[in-house]
């Protein structure tokens, strides 16, 4: 059974940082992308950055980059996201989620697995 | 950013009918684009990948068309269980979603 448990949400001040954990199981998590998107209340998705199966390839949304850094560990099966210089606009339940190729943005991509979220508070 | 826009925001249809839904990418995107269902308090599920092509596991009262800027999501016979809010995504540069569809009970 696919399993991604996000981990390290909660509530910091602006300008401050926080670190997300993305526990995976249930796959070979070297051979597969893999994305964060974050989710604000009452709104939609927002795709905030992606990491192609080697580390070769990342891209980020323009609203935060120069601020997150994503990484992974394949040994591990793990996956990170660094978020410095929060904002209040950062706020929301943040998701990661495994792509269905090794590559950010693929013909036959998609995010076909996803964790429960994480919730990100920041506020002074 | 290639934006992705939705139409309509919202709809109200009964069970049975034939629902579609509209995405339009402000630049050609080939068939980069996949569709996703939400429920409340869930995680978005994939439903369509690559404009046409069905995920594992869904309904085939679902499918998706298009091609270049303009897509389709149509689901053929509404069940009870497809009153979700729908989006669009895009992966042919810096992914982006759409604003959503919501699909409501009339």
Not at chain 1, 12 to 36: I, K
Request: proline content about 3%; charged content about 15%; overall charge positive.
């Amino acid at each position: 059974e696919v399993q991604l448990v996000e981990s390290g949400g909660g509530l910091v001040q602006p300008g401050r940082s926080l670190r997300l954990s993305c526990a995976v199981s249930g796959f070979t998590f070297g051979d597969y992308a893999m994305h964060w998107v974050r989710q604000a209340p009452g709104k939609g998705p927002e795709w905030v950055s992606g990491i192609n199966w080697n580390s070769a390839d990342i891209a980020y949304a323009d609203s935060v980059k120069g601020r997150f850094t994503i990484s992974r560990d394949n040994t591990k099966n793990s996956l990170y996201l660094q978020m410095n210089s929060l904002r209040t606009e950062d706020t929301a339940l943040y998701y990661c989620g495994k792509d269905r190729t090794g590559a950010i943005g693929a013909r036959r991509s998609g995010i076909d697995y996803w964790g429960q979220g994480t919730l990100v508070t920041v506020s002074s | 950013d290639i934006q992705m826009t939705q139409s309509p925001s919202s709809l109200s249809a009964s069970v049975g009918d034939r629902v579609t839904i509209t995405c339009r990418a402000s630049l050609s995107i080939s068939n980069f684009l996949h569709w996703y269902q939400q429920k409340s308090g869930t995680a978005p599920k994939l439903l369509i990948y690559g404009a046409s092509s069905l995920q594992s596991g869904v309904p085939s009262r679902f499918s998706g068309s298009g091609s270049g800027t303009d897509f389709t999501l149509t689901i053929s016979s509404l069940q009870p269980e497809d009153f979700a809010t729908y989006y669009c995504q895009q992966s042919y540069s810096t992914p982006t979603f759409g604003q959503g569809t919501k699909v409501e009970i009339k």
